[in-house]
């Protein structure tokens, strides 16, 4: 049985708002941080980490990130290093305040990013990583797939809905992703350079479907990091495969982390 705390940090006048869900008894192992996807936050994962830290006897750390969720809006604007901003930055003052001192990263697209890039730069703190859809470089069904988000905002209810989990903070998050990935100065964007210093072990999971991105971003993910890499690649599966395919996506990464640390 887990048990659930929510907590806010304030770094250095940032609020950031977080959850643990924590085992009775402390586990050895590291525990599980997830990193949420462009529009989403600690609330958007459901049962997720809950589930898979049952799954593999650890504890879970989520959090939103500033402009998301239960934190404080933005406090800079969105660069073309915003996801390193997050990675070297952001992420280590989080786990420093939570007194984390290795870490199991889970990252869901934009979050995905974000992990890969923090197992690059904390190779001592980052024992393994885990993503789905995630990006190192921007392509053109990135920006097909956000551009059909832009139209999807202008025509359908998608900013209601939001509002009951990031309150007023919906139209500045939304166009913070769209605007950024279809900017002109946005479309040459890579940090595939950064995947060599990525040592600890590594899983890659994309759907087929995935309307943000092609079959590309894994194996520059797979070939480019330096320790061992796999990936799970889901038919039938779209952008989301945690819950499009939840049953294998629990059990590989169950398997997965029993034997990366």
Known sequence: MLQTTDFTLDLQGRRVAGRWLRHASAPARAPLVFLHDSLGCVATWRDFPAAL?????????IYDRLGHGQSGPFDRPRERDYLLHEAGEVLPAVLDACGVKLAALFGHSDGG?????????????????????????????????????????ASTDIAARLVKYHGDKVDALYHAWTDTWTAPWFRDWSVAG??????CPLLVIQGEDDEF?????????VEGASGHAEALILPECGHTPHREAREQVEGTVARFLQQAD
Do not use: C, K, W
């Not at 990013?113 to 069904?141: D, K, M, Q, Y």
């Not at 950064?194 to 040592?199: A, N, R, T």
């Open 53 to 61: 830290a049952e799954r593999t006897g650890r504890d879970a750390l």
């Open 213 to 221: 991105g092609t079959l590309a971003q894994v194996r520059g993910m």
């Open 113 to 153: 990013s974000i992990a890969l890039l923090a197992a690059a730069a904390l190779p001592g703190r980052v024992t393994a990583v885990v993503v789905e859809g995630a990006h190192i470089f921007n392509e053109p069904a990135t920006v097909a797939g956000v551009e059909q988000a832009v139209r999807d905002y």
């Open 194 to 199: 950064h995947m060599p210093g990525i040592v």
